[in-house]
């Protein structure tokens, strides 16, 4: 396998050196990103790939998806953006994982992965595996499926529900013919007299009034909360076995907020469906996770069921996002802040990401990154005030040559 470069930059005094580059440099990168990512498109887009070299069976067959080691790059001109990092977590049947963490820590990106949706030709899957067990009981590994075999999956087994469903929605066709096309895509419909019918009576599902008028309206006729319950119309209607919803009610007011979460949680019982909940938002995950999964800098530094994340949060990181949560308990008191910024995902340091801006780093904290610390079968943290055990990202980085 083609070995991926580590390019070393010039120490120039006064200069952040991990901001500028030389030409020369550059084009260095540019021509060692294109080779790698020739091969990966290469390989994405075979056609008539036998199904055996993209079906594998499932660790636990009470999971519909598994994550384990995935690592999505970005190549850019200026050098490698680790967006995930090994990732490993699973999300089982007929319940709720919630991925939390702060803008750019890589829960995005990790849901993209799933979808095979990450921005091509930069975006790439460099190594790891997503397990998924689809509705005929074949378990396919999702990082090996062509293009064209996705489109069996995407849609129908696995749904998003996007956070800003202005720009989601194709402004110029009418709500009720975006709604149709899912339908006939996918082929749960033959005819257009029955997709109408089937779309308005998704759009009844998710409590739309009026919903023969809505089905004629276009999406900037509807209000923001109107849009959203069109969006979770859209991801249902061919009963996926798991919608991943990114930031659902970010855009919305708190009323609507709430609306849309009891019915997206009204959905899933009905359905036994399984939901992938991405937020920043610790309240809406309290209220609707089974499964807590922190992710930081493009790594998991804390995971567990909703009550121990909550109630016994291990990791310093997690602390700071519980105390940072609004609501303290003293009116009139400082709202907490985590000091300091996330390392530049270019230049990502090979110790703990988080020494820069933890209060109880340790010496070993600033020389090597921690491995996870198994509380139970379900809680587990990746620092050192837990255990001594460590990541060596060498050996990560051999796997991925
Ligand atoms: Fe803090 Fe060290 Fe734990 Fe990192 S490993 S979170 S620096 S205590």
Known sequence: MARLKV?????????????????????????????????FEREKARKNVPEKEYL?????????????????????????????????????QGKIVGVVGESGCGKSVTSLSLMQLVQAPTGQIVAGSIRYKASDGKVYEITQMPKDQMLKIRGKEIAMIFQEPMTSLNPVFKVGEQLDEVLLVHEEVKSDAEAK????????????????KIYGNYPHELSGGMRQRVMIAMALSCNPRLVIADEPTTALDVTIQAQILELLREIKDKYEGSIMFITHDLGVIAEMADYVVVMYAGRIVEQGTVREI???????????????????????????????????????????????????????????YPGMTHFNEHHATACFLFGDEILQEEEVMESIR
Do not use: W
């Open 197 to 212: 019918k089937r779309s308005i009576d998704m759009l009844k599902l998710v409590g739309i009034a009026d919903c023969e």
């Open 310 to 368: 909550f109630h016994h949060p291990k990791h310093p990181y997690t602390i700071g996002l519980m105390k940072s949560k609004p609501g303290g308990e003293t009116v009139g008191d400082r709202l907490y802040s985590i000091r300091g910024q996330v390392p530049n995902p270019i230049n990502m340091p090979d110790h703990c990401y988080f020494c820069n801006r933890c209060d109880q780093a340790m010496p070993i904290c600033h020389e090597l």
């Open 7 to 39: 390019f070393k930059r010039k120490k120039i005094e006064g200069i952040d050196d991990s901001v500028y580059l030389s030409l020369r440099e550059e084009r260095r990168i540019s021509r060692n990103n294109n080779r790698i990512i020739k091969r």
């Open 56 to 92: 594998t069976v499932m660790r636990d067959p009470g999971n519909v998806v598994e994550f384990e080691d995935l690592h999505t790059y970005f190549f850019t001109d200026v050098g490698t953006v680790k967006a995930v990092n090994g990732v490993s977590f699973d999300v089982p």
